[in-house]
């Protein structure tokens, strides 16, 4: 008797939330997805039908073409940096490090920093006239000064350092945890077998850490698929929307240009994208909790 | 520990950690000395030079601007955070100690609310505060109060994760003891559960703050009217503008980010494991 009531008193706390995230997540999503389909380019609704036409235009429109370009690019540069940044720096500060905290608090602070902020100062520091440029100048590597963001080519790795910047010392915090947990035995028994250190890195401990990895690369990727503030603060579209990405382009078409249409048709190419990577993953995660 | 020429080794070892180290820290000496310049004094050329006299004058003028938003974001924080933290605690529980069917589908639906990019909600949102600010006496669609609204929604995942993973290490004989002795479904969290839930409460406030606190698409897009914008809106608005002086705005910048970094300098333990939940490790 208790125990049924208590079942339905259970559904009734989680209701709430439930329909909450019922009507803003996925009956938003459905209604975007509405959107797309339509014909709403302007100011004055229309919700005339109008098939997949909106995400045909889209694919031929070179701004999106270069947008996915752009978000490929930084995706894949911004991942490896990450991993290798933050394995790196893991790798390093596990090594019995004097001041130990201090380095792990400078490497990951910039995470609790918002991208608004981040972007702002970053766009001082790698402006060509000043900031880093100036830096290089004075240390007599002089040739290595770059006009950063303002050359079409590279701007977009200009974000990407920025992106670092910002987010490459939670790759480092979750490899030194890793790290943390594989015990010293271990690497003992390596040890005695005659492994060097490269090999005990290698063979043992980053094969070891590879579900991190696979956490870490999910996470950040799908971060960086969606990326917006970051991009918006420090360089917004960019020279020949070098650095643009979908969703700025989103942003301004849908609340700037009043092209309600084509802004939803954006957002579930983004939706699909990041769907496309987490889906998978909280299946994996799902099983694999069920199975520990 | 390591071998061959240790000496060597160890030196390289620090000089790479420094690097990084400098890297890092090089934005935060930016803002910080720029921000202590005078205007007359503060140039591109200049940026690393220390301040030949230290003002106060671009932090004043950062803070008279900025002020309103601080405060719209105070107003914004504490109510979001301590709404979706409650919603969490609740969620958690359930979840955790009283599965019941379904339980293992509705979990999974909810997180995925929290890696959703929040550009596929957009129009529907502002369409639907609009429509729901109209049948209320306050409006939703341009003000705070639909902003909190908005955060706690979207943090329910988040939040419903971290006390779920974090009740689920509660062991479960407690639960069972405390119902044994006539405890229902309420009297367990109120006296087993709740009195446990303290660093979890923790964890979720520092997120939550931290998070809304730096959240910008919800708030440049729900709140148009300058008056009631958030402070990040308001810096990028600053930062934007070619007129306000570059000082002011490396001082405006520090501003935005002071209470996020005071919370990452006195709170950071709790903010990695916040940061690692996101992970969905709990």
Known sequence: MRIRRDRALSALILLPSVVAVGVFVYGFIGWTAYVAMSNWNSFIPDLSFAGLRNFADLFQTPRFQID??????????????????????????????????????????????????????????????????????????????????????????????????????FTMALYLAGLRGISDELREAARVDGASDLQLYRHVIIPLLHPITLSAAIVLGHVSLKIFDLVFAMTGSGPAFSTDVPGIFMFETTFRGNRFAEGATISIIMLIMVAMVIIPYLIYSSRTEAEA | MVRGRPRATRVLLYAILAFFAAFYLMPVYVLVNNGLKSFREVSLSRMWAPPQQV????????????????????????????????????????????????????????????????????????????????????????????????????????????????????????????????????????????????????????????????????????????????????????????????????????????????????????????????????
């Open chain 1, 68 to 169: 996915l370009r752009n978000t490929l690019v930084f995706t894949l540069t911004f991942l490896a940096g990450c991993l290798g940044i933050g394995l790196l720096l893991a790798v390093l500060l596990d090594r019995q490090i004097r001041g130990e905290a201090f380095f792990r608090n400078a490497f990951l602070f910039p995470m609790s920093i918002s991208f608004i902020v981040g972007g702002t100062v970053w766009q001082w520091l790698l402006n060509p006239s000043t900031g880093v440029n100036l830096l290089l100048e004075s240390a007599g590597l002089g040739a290595l000064k770059s006009p950063w963001y303002t050359e079409p080519r590279i701007a977009i790795y200009a974000v990407v350092i920025a992106a670092l910047w910002q987010m490459s010392g």
């Open chain 2, 55 to 282: 003002t106060l004058e671009a932090f004043g003028k950062a803070l008279r601007e900025l002020a309103p938003n601080l405060r719209n974001s105070v107003v914004l924080v504490v109510p979001a955070a301590l709404i979706s933290a409650a919603l969490g605690s609740v969620n958690g529980y359930v979840l955790a100690k009283w599965k019941f069917a379904g339980a293992d589908v509705v979990f999974p639906l909810l997180l995925f609310g929290m890696f959703i990019p929040y550009q596929s909600v957009l129009i529907p949102l502002v369409q639907f505060l609009q429509w729901l600010g109209g049948l209320l006496p306050m409006p939703l669609y341009g003000s705070i109060t639909g902003l909190v609204l908005v955060h706690v929604v979207y943090g329910i995942p988040i939040t419903t994760l971290i006390f779920r993973n974090y009740y689920a290490t509660v062991p479960t004989e407690i639960v069972e003891a405390a119902r044994i002795d006539g405890a229902g479904l309420v009297g367990v969290y109120r006296n087993v559960i709740l009195p446990l839930s303290m660093p979890a409460f923790v964890v979720v406030m520092i997120w939550q703050v931290t998070q809304i606190w730096n959240e910008f698409l919800f708030a440049v897009i729900i709140t148009s009217n300058p008056a009631q914008q958030p402070v990040q809106v308001a810096l990028r608005n600053l930062a934007g503008s070619q007129i306000v002086e570059w000082n002011v705005q490396m001082a405006g910048a520090l501003l935005a980010a002071l209470p996020p970094l005071l919370v990452y300098v006195f709170l950071g333990r709790y903010f990695l494991r916040g940061l690692m939940a996101g992970a969905l490790k709990g």
